[in-house]
């Protein structure tokens, strides 16, 4: 019987490579799973690191998880209080000062955009965007400051 208690997860990261040329000159592109996904993402360090513009790096996928999960946080809790969600974009952003040490990502910016057709109140609507980030996994996790700055549209 499996133990509910406790939710794991895994994941793989691969690279291949030589660091014999020194820090300037080994490639940082590298491929990470998580099973049972079947996908993988081939990604990079920050191009300020010397990595691939191209490819998606830690931080961002930091700031991914985050927007992810207050906007899945949300949409559980809209529906549970029967508000008609019919859109959410994020437009969110992360903070890294290259002066603070250890070098950490200090601030996440969310931005949602809600749009809820039929009635119901702004001040509910954040109240449950509030409850959201209470309850996302990752704002739970982090130690960076979270902020969100929500812009709420309702169509009657």
């Known amino acids: 019987m ?14 291949r490579g030589s660091t014999a040329g020194g820090y300037d000159q080994y490639d940082r592109s590298h491929t990470v799973s998580s099973p049972p996904a ?10 300020a690191f010397r990595g691939h513009p191209e490819l998606l790096n830690p931080e961002q ?6 927007v992810s999960c207050q906007m899945l946080s949300f949409l559980a809790i809209a529906a549970r209080s029967r ?17 603070d040490k250890p070098a950490r990502i200090t ?17 509910f ?11 996302c996994f990752i704002a739970n996790s982090l130690k960076s400051l979270m902020e969100i700055k929500p812009e709420i549209v309702i169509r009657p």
């Open 2 to 15: 499996p133990d509910h208690s406790t939710h794991h997860y895994a994941a793989s990261c691969l690279w």
């Open 38 to 47: 079947a996908n993988a993402l081939h990604m990079s360090s920050d191009p």
């Open 61 to 66: 996928l930091l700031l991914m998880a985050a």
């Open 83 to 99: 508000l008609n969600v019919v859109e959410y974009q994020d437009q969110a952003e992360a903070f890294m000062p290259m002066d």
């Open 107 to 123: 601030r996440i910016l969310l931005k949602p955009r809600v749009v809820i057709q039929g009635a119901a109140e702004q001040a």
């Open 125 to 135: 609507v954040e109240q449950c965007l509030h409850k959201a980030h209470q309850h």
